[in-house]
């Protein structure tokens, strides 16, 4: 799964900011897709700082998070 690019998981109310942190391993994600995943807030999404190849997030309806959860996201897209 080291490999893989895309992820969309978009709408699941039971992804957490716990769940977050297993995707650290997949380093070459481009583009993940939490769109109205409305249990994540700011502290799940620094977990993903270590993607260093992501450049589109979409965090649409993810009501929990904001500006401080993402500030720290370098060369990313967030949509909000």
């Not at 080291?2 to 992820?7: D, E, G, M, R, S």
């Not at 297993?22 to 583009?31: D, G, K």
């Not at 977990?47 to 260093?52: A, F, G, P």
Request: hydrophobic share 40%.
């Amino acid at each position: 799964l080291t490999n893989l690019q895309t992820l969309h998981v978009q709408e699941n109310n039971s992804i957490t900011d716990i769940a977050l942190s297993y995707l650290r391993p997949l380093i070459s994600l481009r583009y993940l897709d939490l769109s109205h995943c409305i249990l994540l807030t700011d502290d799940g999404i620094r977990y993903l700082s270590v993607l260093t190849n992501l450049r589109t997030l979409n965090l649409m309806g993810c009501k929990f998070v904001h500006h401080m959860g993402i500030a720290h996201l370098d060369n990313v897209t967030v949509s909000q």
